[in-house]
């Protein structure tokens, strides 16, 4: 069985149905949603987060992989997006749909898998990582891959890509997606890194 015959889960499915009568072209795609339900399963009794519900694609591959005593919050500025992403999930009270800006999240921090696909990956990346508990599992998706080191984007260092994959406080990397597309997987360091004489 290849990747693309793969059972996709019936709440993605719910969700890509959303997607599509709203006519929203921005969901995550499945080589990132099945990292995601991985994600969550690593975290069985985690508080999970995402910025940017979208239509609830990203939310119901980490749906996925919640555990029963796991909680999912996810937030979405636009209001009618946020509604009908929550319809996908009004039976599970496992998951709340916020509706609003990004740091609606910081009430429920910290987080053991945080998908940062809206608010905060790139208007205010430390108050991301500073929203991780220690241990906590960071992707960041929709990059470009870079053959070079710094990684470069558009003929110029991608600053913001570098600062996640050098912070001091996370263990991080870049994968491949896709040929054309790569995310960054960070885990929150268990204590700061000792400076060495």
């Not at 993605?12 to 149905?17: F, G, P």
């Not at 241990?135 to 990684?151: A, E, K, N, Q």
């Amino acid at each position: 069985m290849t990747m693309t015959q793969r059972a996709v889960p019936p709440r993605v499915a719910a969700a890509e149905r959303v997607a599509s009568e709203a006519g929203f072209r921005k969901s995550c795609i499945s080589e990132v949603g099945r990292l995601l339900g991985l994600a969550a399963s690593a975290k069985p009794h985690g508080i999970i987060a995402e910025s940017g519900t979208g239509s609830g694609v990203g939310t119901a591959w980490l749906h996925s992989g919640l555990g029963a005593g796991a909680r999912l919050v996810t937030v979405e500025r636009d209001e009618e997006l946020a509604r009908r992403a929550a319809s996908v999930f009004a039976d599970d009270k496992r998951v709340s749909v916020l509706t609003g800006d990004w740091r609606l999240l910081e009430q429920h921090a910290p987080f053991d898998v945080f998908f940062c696909d809206g608010g905060g990956k790139r208007d205010d990346p430390q108050g991301v990582v500073e929203l991780l508990a220690p241990g906590g599992l960071l992707i960041l998706d929709d990059f470009t891959p870079s053959p070079h080191w710094p990684p470069r984007f558009g003929g110029e260092v991608d600053q913001l890509r570098l600062f996640y994959l050098t912070h001091p406080a996370l263990d991080a990397t870049e994968m491949l997606t896709t040929p054309a597309s790569s995310v960054v997987v960070a885990a929150r360091r268990l204590q700061p890194c000792e400076t060495r004489s």
